[in-house]
């Protein structure tokens, strides 16, 4: 079973405009929520985290929302450059108990910011 | 350059063959893991070392599957008797010692290592 989904496999946004990418979860369980960036060929870079006890972290032009009560977050881009265009994952992590930081991704979303 | 290195970057192999992934992590971290990520789908988690225990495995590391971390450093990844369905990114990932509440979760990842089965 697929515990993080991320259910537009690919999104477009011209140059200057918001992006919002979307995650749902199913496990309450998970107390971390990340977000990651991949190039092709290259591993994935970590962008921003969210703890489960906010509902907003905002780092530059990144702000991840999170709304428990939903099992939802969202990753807002503004303002979205072409060097943002990548696939980006979600991920969480908080199940396996100690603190092993294992974390569970999503299949991920294109994003392709158009000049 | 003081991330994680994977070696080798690329592998190309015959059905059946032996292959092994090497993954050196950030030197003051002592949390390793290893993941695989195939076309269209986000990396799926393999297996976790804390130090040199392998603390949690994946159902999917098959027995044909194993990893090491000797040391507590560098750790190893073999592939034995490899299959087609075996093709994907191996990605190497490793994160510091300390309590979660005062970490950001984030796990620091390795460019991977492509493995192709013939």
């Known amino acids: 079973d697929q515990q993080v989904k991320q259910n537009s496999p690919s999104l477009s946004v011209q140059e200057g405009r918001i992006s919002i990418l979307n995650c749902d979860y199913t496990n309450s369980m998970f107390d971390y929520f990340l977000w990651y960036k991949k190039y092709p060929a290259e591993g994935p870079t970590f962008l921003i985290s969210?703890?489960?006890?906010?509902d907003k972290n905002e780092d530059g032009r990144f702000t991840v929302f999170l709304n428990k009560s939903a099992k939802h977050l969202s990753l807002h881009i503004v303002p979205s450059q072409p060097g943002d265009s990548a696939v980006y994952f979600c991920?969480?992590?908080?199940?396996?108990?100690?603190?092993?930081?294992?974390?569970?991704f999503g299949t991920g979303t294109l994003l392709a910011v158009q000049p | 350059d003081t991330g994680v290195s994977q070696d080798p970057r690329h592998k190309i192999t015959k059905r059946g063959q032996n292959v092994t992934f090497r993954c050196d992590p950030i030197s003051e971290h002592n949390r390793l893991y290893w993941y695989r990520q195939t076309l269209g789908q986000g990396p799926e988690f393999l297996t976790y070392f804390q130090n040199e225990a392998q603390l949690e495995k994946s159902r999917l590391l098959s027995d044909r599957f194993s990893a090491e971390r000797p040391k507590g450093s560098f750790s190893t990844l073999e592939i034995q008797r490899t299959e087609q369905g075996d093709s994907a990114m191996y990605l190497c990932?490793?994160?510091?010692?300390?309590?979660?509440?005062?970490?950001?979760?984030?796990?620091?990842f390795g460019e991977g290592s492509r493995l192709t089965v013939l």
């Open positions: 990932a490793s994160s510091p010692p300390g309590e979660r509440e005062s970490s950001t979760g984030e796990l620091f």
């Open positions: 991920a969480a992590s908080g199940l396996g108990g100690g603190a092993t930081n294992k974390l569970i």
């Open positions: 969210i703890s489960s006890i906010k």
